[in-house]
DNA sequence: CGTTAATCTGAAGTTAGGTTTATATATCGA
DNA sequence: TCGATATATAAACCTAACTTCAGATTAACG
């Protein structure tokens, strides 16, 4: 499989794949006579692997750190288990920053959107929390409830 | 309020507190006589409203222009709802990407303690899917529906 | 008042994760 | 076999978001 095939199937640029081959990611892509990569459907296996360790907030030299116990087989099993529990911690870590932010978010859109009814942000600026209709309020004690 | 009393609260270096005054994402920040910062409590909302937009995945400069929205009063508030709603959606479509790379964290967590049990991954490796257990065998076929 | 600690600035350096460029081969359809 | 594409490499370049450094000034303490 040429190395535009793969970049169509996967969605990486083609200098993303080669980037990732010089980098460690892939082990031994195969080569032709020619000297031009043949991927194989070990590799598209490989790289919907670092897709998803990647989309996990986890960095390409960890990553490479995992595909290199990979090829050293059974002995590297405990570290390989290992470092997806850790990852599971970060990854929930993550969840909750965005849960966070996300109620940040749809509080401001509340308080915009009566700004936008208003024309104006002097009403909405000046009420009282203990004002705010009830969902919004649940809202704005979780914001701002200490950790 | 000196800038290494906000670097401990907000858990900012002195130097990042620097450079966001410098890149426009503070405005106005008073300074003392002799030309050292005197942050208020002003200071310190936004730097919190900046920490949120941050971890929701906004990138510094697009920050900017909001904060730079805020300066210029009720013409911009429908600039700011509608950043809000977009902001929304990518927050929503990075949950997304973190539940897909959970699911197949979890999967490995139990593929690789298989593994450890056992010693070795010759048996896990070549076990039919619907051989796994009723909650392994949905996770893993979360991960394998097509979108 | 002196001196130690904190702050200031601009400029250069750093890291991650690629992308672009220049130049050279390889492969493929007619 | 020719010409158009595709691919290869090394090296330079790029952006975001900081950090570090050098040199100067300011603030705080005894």
């Known amino acids: 499989m040429q190395i535009s095939e793969v970049s169509k199937i996967t969605g990486l640029s083609i200098s993303t794949l080669r980037y990732y081959d010089k980098h460690g990611l892939l082990q031994n892509v195969q080569r032709t ?8 459907q070990r590799d ?9 360790l990647k989309n996990s907030g986890m960095q390409l030299k960890d990553i490479r750190v995992f595909m290199d116990w990979c090829e050293q087989g059974d002995s590297t099993i405990e570290k390989r ?44 600026k000046n009420i009282d929390p203990n004002q705010y209709p009830e969902s919004i309020a649940a809202l704005y004690n979780e914001i701002h409830k200490e950790k």
Do not use: P
């Open 81 to 124: 288990l290992a470092m997806f529990e850790e990852q599971e911690k970060n990854v929930l870590g993550e969840m909750k920053k965005l849960e966070h932010a996300l109620k940040v978010i749809q509080f401001k859109k509340w308080y915009y959107s009566q700004a936008k009814e208003d024309g104006t942000l002097d009403r909405i």
């Open 33 to 40: 006579e020619g000297g031009t990569r043949d991927f194989s």
């Open 44 to 52: 598209l296996d490989n790289l919907n692997m670092i897709e998803c």
